[in-house]
């Protein structure tokens, strides 16, 4: 009865209500109401959906802005030793909290150290101090700098390599694939971590060596991924139309098939460069990477961990740093995978 009722309702409204959307030409019947959007653009406004990763997008580029500009403007000497000042905890102005404003505890009392050690008062080590008494934050500021340069050398040659290999393979194909996937294979059966010791006992550590350790194995993934995706678009008619008309193979891989898989290889080298970040940290940990008074992340919680049960911040401080950045390019890679390719998701 409800339903009847609603129907004669709906028959009863007078036509004078409804007013007839005019269209004088045939152009405007069939314009498009939405704006036209080429792929980065429809990329990017899916990426803005992602508040998560636009958040990492902008806190990773507050970090390397940071990290850049300390080359130029740094509270303290990062490799000036004060031995006078030595260990002292993080003193932040106008912060009254045990641990954060200059006082530790010494022998079961809380003891102002900087008093203590006759800080000026308008001295402040805003994270306190290491063993040689130089300025930590100086320091972080230093070895996410040096960290993030290894990470992204190491990737933008993955790349160059990676995607070099792999489009040779995938649009050569035939023996020449099979050759070359198994020269792959050979490689990626030796562990990376092996490959990288081997490398660092042979030739001196610094930053150079340990890039060069990183890129040895590192590119495999990248090599195959574009070879996979070479392959897929290589029986595509517009690939096939391009090789009628007489286009080389060069113009093919760089004109038609790298524009296409752009996307993929961007993703990829996000997710690469947080792999890096944790290699030459790890390598540095124990030992067998970079060596002071160069500092780096891996270096900052070589030394930290050695004091970490009566100064825990010399520790926690890098360490929360090297999360921070790995969850950040993790995400962000995320999130570009997601606007790049909706149909992951699926």
């Known amino acids: 009865m409800e339903a009847n009722q609603k129907t004669r309702d709906i028959t009863t409204i007078p036509a004078s209500q409804f007013e007839p959307l005019v269209k004088n030409t045939v152009e405007e019947r069939e314009a498009i ?15 803005r959906k992602n508040k ?25 000497n990062p490799t000036k030793q004060n031995m006078a000042y030595i260990n002292l905890p993080p003193k932040i102005p106008g912060l009254n909290i045990d641990g954060l404003n200059g006082k530790a505890m010494v022998g079961g009392e809380l003891v102002d150290k900087y008093a203590k050690a006759n800080v000026p008062e308008n001295l402040h080590f805003y994270f306190g101090t290491d063993n040689l008494g130089r300025d930590l934050l100086s320091r972080l500021l230093m070895g996410t700098r040096v960290s993030l340069l290894i ?20 649009l050569l194909g035939g023996r020449v694939d099979t050759l070359m996937q198994r020269f792959l294979e050979v490689l990626s059966g030796i562990p990376n971590l092996v490959v ?17 350790a990183m890129v040895v194995t590192n590119w495999i993934s990248m090599a195959r991924i574009v070879r996979a995706q070479t ?4 029986d595509q008619e517009f690939i096939l139309a391009a090789m009628t008309l007489g286009e080389s193979r060069f113009k093919i891989a760089f004109k038609h098939i ?14 690469s460069i947080p792999s890096a970040i944790f290699f030459e940290a790890f390598l540095s940990f124990i030992g067998l990477g970079l060596k002071p008074p160069t500092a780096s992340l891996g270096t900052l919680l070589n030394e930290g ?18 999360s921070v950045i790995m969850i950040a390019f993790n995400l962000l890679a995320d999130g570009l995978r997601d606007a790049f390719d909706p149909k992951m998701k699926e």
């Open 33 to 47: 109401a939405a704006p036209s959007l080429n792929f980065l653009q429809d990329s990017w406004r899916r990426l």
């Open 305 to 322: 961990y050695k004091t970490f049960l009566y100064l825990p911040y010399q520790m926690l401080i890098p360490a929360a740093v090297l």
């Open 52 to 76: 998560a990763a636009v958040f990492c997008m902008v806190l990773l580029a507050l970090i390397i802005f940071i990290s850049v500009l300390s080359i130029f403007v740094s509270p303290h």
């Open 258 to 271: 790298l524009p296409n898989i752009s996307s993929v290889i961007i993703v990829q080298m996000m997710f």
């Open 151 to 170: 990470a992204f050398i190491a990737a933008l040659l993955d790349i160059t390599f990676g995607v070099t290999y792999g489009l040779i393979s995938g």
């Open 196 to 212: 990288m010791i081997l490398m660092l006992m042979v030739f001196e550590p610094g930053i150079w060596s340990i890039i060069a």
């Open 231 to 234: 392959l897929k678009l290589k």
